[in-house]
């Protein structure tokens, strides 16, 4: 046993020290970027992701968020045909997900003979990316898919990020614990402060010419603007748009409230997973949230809230911000 004795941040725990600016309006503020992979290939997209989650990585929600020039992870659990149909036309800015199982790479392997070309974007998903079995099959995935850009993940240290990209993916996902209906850090102990994950998996990932996707935690567009400051590449929402109208799940209260519940929940394992098994726990659960309406809202929020960050801080682009950025400990 051992103890990290140096302070770990999350959102909360910050803010952005605004300085000297020479933008003459936020509407000049740049937000989509392009980025060159690790292992090939590139694409232009404002970093924002909708997660793939059954309630908000939906069809509508991707047609919604590619409009805004963002991007979305579908979830893994659609059915070949609905993701056949939704692949006809040309989709750069979606990713489709999978998992490790078996059946998973199989469905793939099927939906990438029956509907070619391949997906450009493909997000491999676990709860714990620190398993040799996850690393196993994200290095099969990359000889499968070698054009592919692959994201992977979730991990919130430095060496796990590093070892991720060596084996085969571009982007990581960063973040054990911090999301809204996650219970990972209650049920297990483990997890690791956000903010601080993302500074410190940032820096590991630049350095090999990686990217990382932060994955967890924002609960407002200044969250967001923090985790892009503290070096995200890319920001994943879940709980920010649960329960607008692009999601997928049970409303409430005559369409007023939704049903939002994490992907290792009970709910979640019942109707994915044929239960909880009898050797794990669900690290996830179940809240009710308010009806916020279309997604395209929110988004105009979130980026709304994104560009004044850049004015506030002298940044005349979402890639500068982090270069612009002096946070400030704050006590609670």
């Not at 941040?9 to 509407?27: C, G, N, Q, T």
């Amino acid at each position: 046993m051992r103890i990290e004795e140096y302070i770990k941040l999350d959102f909360d725990d910050v803010l952005i020290r605004p300085k000297r600016s020479e933008a003459s309006s936020r509407k000049t503020v740049v937000l989509a970027r392009t980025f060159d992979c690790l292992h090939g290939g590139s694409f232009t997209c404002v970093p924002i992701i909708a997660a793939n989650m059954s309630a908000t990585g939906t069809v509508r929600m991707a047609d919604t968020f590619t409009q805004a020039q963002a991007l979305t992870c579908l979830h893994k659990f659609h059915d070949p045909a609905t993701l056949m149909r939704f692949w006809v036309s040309d989709r750069p800015k979606v990713f489709y997900t999978l998992g490790i199982r078996d059946k998973d790479f199989e469905k793939l392997r099927k939906f990438t003979e029956n509907c070619p070309p391949s997906p450009p974007l493909i997000c491999l998903d676990a709860a714990n990316g620190y398993s040799m079995y996850f690393v196993e099959r994200l290095q099969q995935l990359r000889e499968a898919q070698p054009k592919a850009i692959i994201m992977a993940g979730n991990v919130c240290t430095p060496e796990m990020v590093q070892e991720l990209l060596l084996m085969g993916a571009d982007i990581v996902k960063v973040g054990i614990g911090p999301g809204s209906v996650c219970t990972t850090r209650t049920e297990t102990g483990v997890g690791y402060p956000q903010l601080s994950a993302v500074i410190e998996c940032a820096d590991a990932a630049h350095g090999l010419g990686g990217l990382v996707c932060a994955d967890g935690g924002c609960k407002t567009p200044g969250d967001v603007a923090k985790a892009f400051a503290g070096g995200a590449d890319f920001v994943m929402l879940g709980g920010m748009i649960a329960g607008c109208d692009e999601c997928d799940g049970k409303w409430f209260n005559n369409g007023f409230e939704f049903q939002f519940y994490g992907m290792s929940s009970e709910q979640a394992q019942e109707r994915f997973y044929d239960g909880v098994p009898s050797y794990a726990t669900a690290e996830g659960k179940c809240t009710i949230v308010d009806k916020k309406g279309p997604a395209a809202h929110v988004l105009r929020q979130i980026m709304g809230g994104l560009r004044s960050a850049c004015a506030y801080t002298g940044a005349a682009r979402l890639k500068d911000l982090s270069k612009c950025t002096t946070f400030v400990r704050v006590s609670k």
